[in-house]
């Protein structure tokens, strides 16, 4: 390990990308969020070192430990405000949610005060908002979502 970090050390400009490359690929392969902002920061600190060859390497360490942890905070403050915005999509992967406003008609009279509706060829099942009894056929607008369950309105259609 001591020769690994002397050879880094010596190496200059190149040993710095090719470090900054070794943890680009990791995280590429490994996807954790963790090793891209000190990969850049050794990207960084080899461009460093190539403009300016005569820095020792103790300073290229400093360097690469400032802006490992400056980039650290930044990234990982920027990725999650990333992940807090809205997504143009918020019920992709919830069908069930995806169903409220749509409108059904009851497969069967209510048993256990719940029956079956079907939506765009799928079965669901349905429970009545107020707890009223549904009848096969009557036409049922889905208001919200309770697990696996819909819960519906009885509409009256003119």
Sequence with gaps: MQDLISSILSGGAYAWLAAALVMVMLEIAVPSNWLLW????????????YFVPELPGTGAVVIF????I??????RRYVKLARGKASDAPHLNARAARMVGRRGSALQ?????????QIDG??????????????LGDVLEI????GNTL????IQIH
């Design 122 to 135: 799928i079965e669901w099942p349905v429970r009545n908002v107020d707890g009223a009894v549904l009848k």
């Design 65 to 68: 430990v400032i802006l490992s």
């Design 151 to 154: 819960i519906a309105k009885t």
């Design 109 to 117: 009279d209510s048993q256990d005060g719940t029956s079956r509706v």
């Design 143 to 146: 208001t919200a979502v309770e």
């Design 70 to 75: 400056l980039l650290l905070y930044l990234g």
């Design 38 to 49: 000190p990969g850049i920061a050794a990207f960084i600190t080899s461009v460093i070192l």
